[in-house]
């Protein structure tokens, strides 16, 4: 079956650094995506790992362990916008154009 | 870069109408094209994977009689909700990869309401 397990809900320090972990048991694994949705909008993509490792890219930082089926989302310098659900994805199937299927997602509140 | 773009953005309908819902890729042309149904407070949930020229490939629990969907080209899928009933209001949400491995880029969604 699938499972994508994340946190239902974090709350942290604007100027701080959060990080959002999230657990996968998939079919298939043909990469992981981190998006980020504001409410009532439809998602924006963040970051994308296929090979284990650190993805770094400006204040967003993505981690990936195929191994232990894990990924981790880090937000530094954390501003009052980043308040948002950031979703976890994993594209699982075969072949290159396989279908993204999504962790609850991890509401994140970002406090003066 | 890729863009999507859905319409309508919002609709209000009553109880046994239909819906159609566009999905349009902009600037790319997708030969697959997936969508989402969100209820509120929860996560994305995957309907149905749309296949250029060929039949569209439902997930388990999804009525594929109910959720018409037709990708008759390479830059336009639609979903046709048919007789809709209360709790088939959501958020519907398209998305498209402009190249094989590629994130998925996402239209804005239609936020369904049937009275």
């Known amino acids: 079956g699938q499972n994508i397990d994340q946190p239902t809900e974090m709350t942290a320090t604007e100027g701080a650094i959060v990080q959002i972990n999230c657990t996968y048991q998939?079919?298939?694994?043909?990469?992981l995506f981190w998006y980020q949705q504001h409410a009532g909008e439809a998602p924006t993509f963040l970051s994308y790992?296929?090979?284990?490792g650190l993805e770094e890219k400006g204040r967003f930082s993505s981690f990936l362990s195929r191994s232990k089926g894990y990924s981790y989302l880090l937000l530094k310098e954390l501003q009052m916008k980043d308040s948002a659900s950031y979703l976890c994805?994993?594209?699982?199937?075969?072949?290159?154009?396989?279908?993204?299927?999504f962790g609850q997602g991890t509401t994140l509140q970002v406090k003066p | 870069g890729a863009v999507v773009s859905q319409h309508p953005s919002w609709v209000i309908c009553k109880s046994g109408t239909s819906v159609k819902i566009e999905c349009r890729s902009l600037?790319?042309?997708?030969?697959?094209m997936f969508w989402y149904r969100q209820f509120p407070k929860q996560s994305l949930m995957l309907m149905a994977t749309?296949?250029?020229?060929?039949?569209?490939?439902?997930e388990q629990g999804v009525e594929k009689d109910k959720f018409l969907i037709n990708h008759a080209s390479l830059t336009l899928s639609t979903l046709t909700v048919t007789s809709a009933h209360p709790e088939d209001s959501s958020f519907y949400i398209c998305?498209?990869?402009?190249?094989?491995?590629?994130?998925?880029?996402f239209g804005n969604g239609t936020r369904l309401t049937v009275t």
């Open positions: 998305s498209a990869e402009w190249q094989p491995n590629s994130p998925l880029h």
């Open positions: 998939t079919s298939g694994f043909n990469g």
């Open positions: 790992n296929v090979l284990d």
């Open positions: 994805a994993v594209r699982s199937g075969s072949g290159n154009t396989g279908k993204l299927i």
């Open positions: 600037d790319f042309q997708a030969t697959t």
């Open positions: 749309s296949n250029e020229g060929s039949k569209a490939t439902y």
